[in-house]
């Protein structure tokens, strides 16, 4: 298994900038393909970001692509979700996820999830 625990969350305003951080514990984090996925209140959780084992592949959702960039460092069990131009429409608790297998948009590919943080965008 891998423990999962988000941070770096908070309230900026729109145009701002904020960095995300996943520090994963248990098994070794290069086992698995982690994702970002987000849900705002009354919404479905949706995909945000993912990136492969090896670091050498993201994807990225539409919506976020160009403002947002997903990076890991395996030597820290760690990832990133630098996120740039941020808008009020990206309000929303950030979750960090794991799955072993596939680089998935999907949320029920991934096994393992963190408790989430919050982003707020507000001016």
């Known amino acids: 298994q891998v423990q999962l625990v988000e941070s770096g969350g908070g309230l900026v305003r729109p145009g701002g900038s904020l960095t995300l951080s996943c520090a994963a514990s248990?098994?070794?984090?290069?086992?698995?393909?982690m994702a970002w996925f987000r849900q705002a209140p009354g919404k479905e959780r949706e995909f945000v970001a993912v990136?492969?084992?090896?670091?050498?592949?993201?994807s990225y959702a539409d919506s976020v692509k160009g403002r947002f960039t997903i990076s890991r460092h395996n030597d820290e069990n760690t990832v990133y979700l630098q996120m740039n131009s941020l808008k009020p429409e990206d309000t929303a608790v950030y979750y960090c996820?794991?799955?072993?297998?596939?680089?998935?948009?999907?949320?029920?590919?991934?096994?393992?999830w963190g408790q989430g943080t919050q982003v707020t965008v507000s001016s």
């Open positions: 996820a794991a799955n072993p297998s596939s680089v998935s948009r999907r949320s029920i590919s991934y096994s393992y």
């Open positions: 248990g098994r070794t984090s290069t086992n698995y393909n």
């Open positions: 990136i492969s084992r090896s670091g050498s592949t993201q």
